[in-house]
Antibody, heavy 122, light 107 residues
Framework: QVQLVQSGTEVKKPGASVKVSCKASGYTFISYGISWVRQAPGQGLEWMGW????????DYAQNLQGRVTMTTDISTSTAYMELRSLRSDDTAVYYCARVGDSYDPKGTLDYWGQGTLVTVSS | DIQMTQSPSSLSASVGDRVTISCQAS??????VNWYQQKPGEAPKLLIYDATSLETGVPSRFSGGGSGTDFTFTISSLQPEDIATYYCQQFDNLPLTFGGGTKVEIK
C-alpha cells in the first residue's frame, strides 16, 4: 500500500533552517511528484511547492521563493523540503503529498504523509 | 492566484441529515476541484477528485458536483465518523489553493 512517512517534530530558533524528509513506499517513486503543504495552528492549508520525482523539476509558491528548496533522493525514494531563515509564522505542521503526475505540478494530492510539526521559537 | 471561497465555515447537523458545502472559485476552473476530509490531528484525506469522482474506498454517501466556478460537496446522510473539517482545492493553476475549510459537527 502507498505510504509516505515523514520525519519527526522539530523545534528551531528564528533564523535557523529545517529539513523535513518524506519516505515513500508502495509505488514507483519516479512516476509521481511530491507536493508540500503546510498548516499553521488552527488554520487552513497552504501549498508550498512541488517536485517531480522523475527529473527533479520544481515549482515553488511565490511567497517562499528564495527560502525553500525541495529535493529528492531516488535511491531511497525520499523527498526533502528545506526551509531557511525561519520565522515564528513558519510554525506549522508540514505535509508531503503524492501528486499523480511526474511532469505536472497541477494535480490531485492523493496520498499524504502524517505531518511534521515545526515550531519556531526563541 | 485563484481564490476558493468556501461556505459555511462551520455547521452543526444531526445524524442522518443531508449536509451540503459550497465552494466558489474566483475564475472558471472547469472541473479541476478536489475535496478533502481532515479529522483532528490527522492529515487530509482525498474524498472527491475532478469535482465529481469518488476516490476508491470512500463511502458513497459522499458526493461532489459543479463545474466552472461553483462547486458543491454533499454528505447524503451524516454519520458520527464524518465529524471533520472539509476543504475544497483547485488544481487548474499554480499556486494550488484551498478553500478556508468547513468544520462539520454533530448537533
Amino acid at each position: 500500500q502507498v505510504q509516505l512517512v515523514q520525519s519527526g517534530t522539530e523545534v528551531k530558533k528564528p533564523g535557523a533552517s529545517v529539513k523535513v524528509s518524506c519516505k515513500a513506499s508502495g509505488y514507483t517513486f519516479i512516476s509521481y511528484g511530491i507536493s508540500w503543504v503546510r498548516q499553521a495552528p488552527g488554520q487552513g492549508l497552504e501549498w508550498m511547492g512541488w517536485i517531480s520525482d522523475y527529473n527533479g523539476n520544481t515549482d515553488y509558491a511565490q511567497n517562499l521563493q528564495g527560502r525553500v528548496t525541495m529535493t529528492t533522493d531516488i535511491s531511497t525514494s525520499t523527498a526533502y523540503m528545506e526551509l531557511r531563515s525561519l520565522r515564528s509564522d513558519d510554525t506549522a505542521v508540514y505535509y508531503c503529498a503524492r501528486v499523480g503526475d511526474s511532469y505536472d505540478p497541477k494535480g490531485t494530492l492523493d496520498y499524504w504523509g502524517q505531518g511534521t510539526l515545526v515550531t519556531v521559537s526563541s | 492566484d485563484i481564490q476558493m471561497t468556501q461556505s459555511p465555515s462551520s455547521l452543526s447537523a444531526s445524524v442522518g441529515d443531508r449536509v451540503t458545502i459550497s465552494c466558489q472559485a474566483s475564475q472558471d476552473i472547469s472541473n479541476y476541484v478536489n475535496w478533502y476530509q481532515q479529522k483532528p490531528g490527522e492529515a487530509p484525506k482525498l474524498l472527491i477528485y475532478d469535482a465529481t469522482s469518488l476516490e476508491t474506498g470512500v463511502p458513497s454517501r459522499f458526493s461532489g458536483g459543479g463545474s466552472g466556478t461553483d462547486f458543491t460537496f454533499t454528505i447524503s446522510s451524516l454519520q458520527p465518523e464524518d465529524i471533520a473539517t472539509y476543504y475544497c482545492q483547485q488544481f487548474d493553476n499554480l499556486p494550488l489553493t484551498f478553500g478556508g475549510g468547513t468544520k462539520v459537527e454533530i448537533k
